[in-house]
């Protein structure tokens, strides 16, 4: 039975492939699972057929036979455990690709959300300007942080990995911005995960979304 995954019908980010069933894609991608994707609105997000999937009424979500998962981690996560390639079989190195997908997700990307937001819905206040530099800050400390311990590594710890994953998907929000081009090392990181095919394939299925939600002709 193939799984089936949520995403936006109509995705914000205009089909760069920010929304977080970019990280189920991919990882579904990696381990070369099909998996069927079923388009929600953002009203049919908030009612309760999709709230008893995902009770914040966000996506992604993941359903495969009885089991019912959301929160784009746990999904990306159970999918590398339940299929080869995605962690290590020595257990000490599965031990650390999978605390990094916890510091993607915990350490690293809270401020840079932080920041996104702040560049999105913010820009009208007065304190905006001072807000952006502090959070800019906080973003520029933990790229430090990563960039030092990256070096010249292709990956966080030798082969690619469910932590590279999210960690690559969580950089992207920052593609194009002088805070994520002051680190080279982190710029060639990203680009060594969009150059994977099956970043490639989950990127085209995704971006097939809103092309065909906005046609151009």
């Known amino acids: 039975?193939?799984?089936?995954?949520?995403?936006?019908?109509?995705?914000p980010d205009r089909g760069r492939?920010?929304?977080r069933?970019?990280?189920v894609r991919w990882a579904l991608e990696e381990v070369g699972q099909p998996y069927e994707v079923q388009l929600v609105s953002f009203v049919e997000m908030k009612?309760?057929?999709?709230?008893?999937?995902?009770?914040?009424g966000q996506i992604p979500t993941y359903e495969e036979g009885d089991l019912a998962l959301f929160e784009?981690?746990?999904?990306?996560?159970h999918v590398a455990e339940s299929h080869p390639g995605l962690l290590p079989d020595d257990a000490n190195a599965r031990a650390r690709a999978i605390t990094w997908m916890f510091a993607a997700l915990n350490t690293v990307e809270p401020p840079i959300l932080d920041r996104e937001t702040a560049?999105?819905?913010?820009r009208d206040k007065i304190w905006y300007?001072?807000?952006?530099?502090i959070l800019e800050d906080r973003v520029r400390v933990r790229l430090g942080e990563l960039s030092r311990r990256l070096g010249d590594s292709d990956w966080l710890d030798a082969a690619f990995s469910a932590g590279d994953l999210l960690m690559v998907t969580v950089l992207r929000r920052l593609s194009g911005s002088d805070v994520l081009e002051?680190?080279?090392n982190l710029c060639a990181y990203v680009a060594r995960g969009e150059a994977r095919p099956a970043y490639k394939r989950a990127f085209e299925d995704q971006l097939a979304v809103f092309t065909a939600s906005h046609p151009t002709a």
């Open 1 to 11: 039975m193939k799984p089936t995954i949520t995403a936006f019908a109509r995705s």
């Open 17 to 19: 492939g920010l929304a």
């Open 21 to 23: 069933d970019m990280r």
């Open 47 to 56: 009612e309760p057929a999709h709230r008893t999937l995902h009770p914040f």
């Open 72 to 77: 784009s981690g746990a999904i990306v996560f």
């Open 119 to 122: 560049t999105l819905v913010e």
């Open 129 to 133: 300007a001072e807000r952006l530099l």
């Open 182 to 184: 002051e680190h080279p």
